[in-house]
């Protein structure tokens, strides 16, 4: 039988390029793109939604088992949807993202949805962006990618990004070393990240074209050519 391609997790700080790199590599690749983070977002939200506070542990299990999360998976994208809703834009608000770091940390819940993120992925030929992809998820995977650049690149990617909306440069440097240690102490009580096997790819000075080569040619190197004629990725999962 023919191998529909290999695992790779992605992962990294705040402004590394990991979303636009996970993304651009399973594009290349013809792989599937698969965004964890916003599985959790799409649940944040939707207690939002309903009025019930994402710390409610009990409810936020009860509706990560009941609401229908629904992702259309291609290799240039992902869309969430939430019980029937395009809510792709929805989730990337402050509010949300403050809902998803509270519903993420219910073990039941991430039970679940490493459930779901497990069932997607079974088949090989995906790249999957999150923090727990490489240890909890698919601890077997293939590829684990951990990208790095000094807080300054970062920063600078950031402003950027943000076309003037970041306002002054020493904050954002600030808030990203903010971040990154909150992010830290969250990684150390989930575990080990990045594992010893994983490749930690230090981004800075390196364009986007380049930091996706060196992890398309690692993928090759471990196997991951080898995709069914089209690539994978269309219509929901
Ligand atoms: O990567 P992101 O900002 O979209 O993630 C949203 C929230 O979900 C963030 O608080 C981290 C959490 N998350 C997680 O706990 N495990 C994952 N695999 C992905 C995201």
């Not at 790779?8 to 965004?35: F, H, M, N, Q």
């Not at 944040?44 to 509706?63: C, H, K, N, Q, Y």
């Not at 030929?125 to 727990?132: M, W």
């Not at 364009?207 to 991951?224: F, I």
Request: without cysteine; glycine residues 12%.
């Amino acid at each position: 039988m023919r191998k529909k391609g290999i695992v790779i997790a992605i992962d990294g700080p705040v402004g590394s390029g990991k979303s636009t790199t996970a993304r651009e590599v399973a594009r290349r690749l013809g792989y599937l793109y698969l965004d964890t983070g916003a599985m959790y977002r799409a649940l944040g939200l939707g207690l939002l939604r309903a009025g019930i506070s994402p710390d409610e542990g009990e409810t936020a299990v009860r509706m990560a088992r009941e609401a229908r999360i629904d992702l259309r998976l291609h290799p240039r994208g992902q869309q969430t949807l939430l019980d029937g809703e395009d809510v792709s834009g929805a989730i990337r608000t402050a509010e949300a993202s403050d809902a998803a770091s509270r519903v993420a940390a219910h073990p039941e819940v991430r039970e679940v949805l490493v459930g779901l993120q497990q069932e997607i992925g079974r088949d090989g030929g995906i790249v999957l962006e999150g923090r727990d992809t490489g240890t909890v998820v698919f601890p077997d995977a293939e590829l684990k990618i951990f990208l790095v650049a000094d807080v300054a690149e970062r920063a600078r990617r950031r402003f950027l990004e943000m076309a003037g909306e970041a306002g002054d440069f020493s904050t954002l440097i600030e808030q990203i070393r903010a971040r990154d240690a909150r992010d830290e102490a969250t990684q150390l009580k989930m575990g080990e990240w990045p594992t010893a096997d994983a490749v930690r790819l230090d981004t800075t000075g390196l364009s986007l074209e380049e930091q996706v080569d060196r992890v398309v040619r690692l993928a090759l190197e471990r196997g991951g050519g080898s995709v069914p004629e089209g690539g994978r990725g269309e219509g929901p999962v």
